[in-house]
């Protein structure tokens, strides 16, 4: 359906369906089809908008909004089910110098070619956001602490490559910083307060000269794999068959 | 005051704790205090799992004054102590106060003022400790005199209690760390459990440190479906069946605990 057309609607003006439409079409989302008015109808549409307001209008990532509601589920899980999930937050080094010397235009190819990428860095279940200008989050579920430095390391190595075409005849690079930091595990806490330890791993590894990673050193001493097996092995080897 | 007194606890203050969560900490911890009330001691269950406490839903009590209102001065400190069913009494977290999520030196005061004033009013205070090993779980541990630390036969629950006596060990010096074997499936299985851990701890912590790490078993309990059911009445197992397995492991606990 051309989507400067929309069907007749039978429905009372004030409820601005009109200006919903026109938002997802300016997005260029599928407008809902059917009888206009009609409960599938209106279900596609408020399903369509749940979506658009979710997402960053640029990049198509999550948003800030959709963002900081994961991140709330996510530490209410933890704090149950203690299984670890790691935060990371990254931030573009001298992306106020790309803007300054090639132009916005410029600066927008390199949020997209990031915000790609970064997709690409991680797991399905896992959420990647726009969180700000050049900010970005990733929220991790299930990720064990052995684990969260080689995921982050892969992120800013992968990044670190990344040609953009900013224009016909003109390649750029650029570097990310990534700090992270493990959500509390079995205890409540909140959101805003995870986040905080993760932009301050953030700062530092700015603060260490950017393109690095830093997470937080988690509180739980690793366990080395020797030690679980002489823990586990003659007690599940032998004695539970 | 210029300098801070050596605590005066000795064992009357015991922490409960466990690396894991859900490996039935709380439980442990309101049927021990059942059975040592029942042997006529004054006792009391600090209710230290700030962030998760569910003490209040083990004992079906739902008060309005709890540690949050001490804390924040808005009630005195005696008139948060209420009587349990059990015959003991309990000072309550209130659930989920993320204020206390992370340690602050404010908190670590109110912690420390809390134990002093209450240890001359009992014979045995219990500090049911949150999971995890987090600055303010280590905190309240440190503030007891013993430390029980409850486990399962299970991989995770085996390895958190592990990383728990570890950290323990370093941290806070401790050499005698008693454990309760949780849901055990068949006789002797504590033993074995203990074993275990006192081989990892023999060959991986010890010889790190100035003396050696002794584990000492205080009980096994058994699987019990009495537990399950007491549970989810929201009753004290000791109080409405003190006859079935795992009560009667409980009170052998106690009787273990008191010297």
Known sequence: MDSSTFPPLSVPPALRFEQALQLLAQAGREVPK????????????????????????????A??????????????????????????????????????QWGHAAGDHVLKAVAATLLECVRPMDLVARIGGEEFAIILPSCASAFGEAVAERVRRRLEHLPVTISHDQRITVTVSIGGAYAPQWVRSKPPLWQERADQQLYLAKAHGRNLVRIEPSAMPLVSNEEKRLLFDTYFGHDHE | ????????SGHRTIAVTSGKGGVGKTFVAANLAAALARGGRRVLVLDADLGLANLDVVLNLFPKVTLHEVFTGKSRLLDAILPAPGGFSVLLAGSGLVEYSRMTPELRDRLRQLIDEVEPLFDHILVDTGAGISDVVLYTVSLAGQVLV????EPTSLTDAYATIKVLAAAQGRRQIGLVVNQTRRPGEGRMVRQQLQQ???????????????????????????VREAVQRRELLFETMPGAPAAVALAAIAGRLIP
């Open chain 1, 34 to 61: 059917g009888q206009a008015g009609s409960p599938a109808w209106l279900q596609e549409l408020i399903d369509a908008l749940v979506d658009l307001s979710s997402r960053d209008a640029l990049t198509g990532l």
């Open chain 1, 63 to 100: 948003n800030r909004r959709a963002f900081e509601l994961a991140l709330g589920r996510e530490i209410d899980r933890v704090a149950r089910s203690g299984e670890p999930a790691l935060l990371l937050t990254l931030d573009i080094d001298h992306f106020k110098s790309v803007n300054d």
């Open chain 2, 1 to 8: 005051m210029t300098s801070t007194p050596p605590r005066p």
């Open chain 2, 150 to 153: 409850v486990v399962t036969p």
């Open chain 2, 200 to 226: 990892v701890v023999d060959r991986y912590v010890s010889p790190g440190l100035d003396s050696p790490v002794r584990l000492e078993l205080l009980g096994e309990l058994p699987a019990d479906p009495a």
